[in-house]
């Protein structure tokens, strides 16, 4: 069974970096498509960035000049960096992998998502 590992949130101040971490165990992340969502306190979960097997990157235009998304197929990671952290950002970040109907395929929905980690907290102070 496929299990995705958030890793590397934390509190940090406004305006510094993280870099969040997923890894899977059970099969290998090179063959899935791959997203970021995330749940502010008293919001629904929502999309933040996301990979599709062949490598192509989206991100959500409310964070497009912060947040980058990559992949390591031969770590078997995918990333979330996060730079100039704003107290908005404070949420529990989730990543979510699926098979894809194609390598070049993005998917933007949570239900476009088979499998889930159980999220890492990031908190931004001011």
């Known amino acids: 069974q496929e299990q995705l590992v958030e890793s590397g949130g934390g509190l940090v101040q406004a305006g510094g970096s993280l870099r969040l971490s997923c890894v899977a165990s059970?099969?290998?992340?090179?063959?899935?498509?791959l997203g970021w969502f995330r749940r502010a306190p008293g919001k629904e979960r929502e999309f933040v960035a996301a990979?599709?097997?062949?490598?192509?990157?989206y991100i959500a235009d409310s964070v497009k000049d912060r947040f980058t998304i990559s992949r390591d197929n031969a770590k078997n990671m995918v990333y979330l960096q996060i730079d100039n952290l704003k107290p908005e950002d404070t949420a529990v970040y989730y990543c979510?992998?699926?098979?894809?109907?194609?390598?070049?395929?993005?998917?933007?929905?949570?239900?476009?998502?088979?499998?889930w980690g159980q999220g890492t907290q990031v908190t931004v102070s001011s």
């Open positions: 979510a992998a699926r098979i894809p109907t194609s390598s070049g395929v993005i998917y933007r929905r949570e239900d476009g998502y088979s499998y």
């Open positions: 059970g099969r290998t992340l090179s063959t899935y498509a």
């Open positions: 990979i599709s097997r062949g490598g192509t990157t």
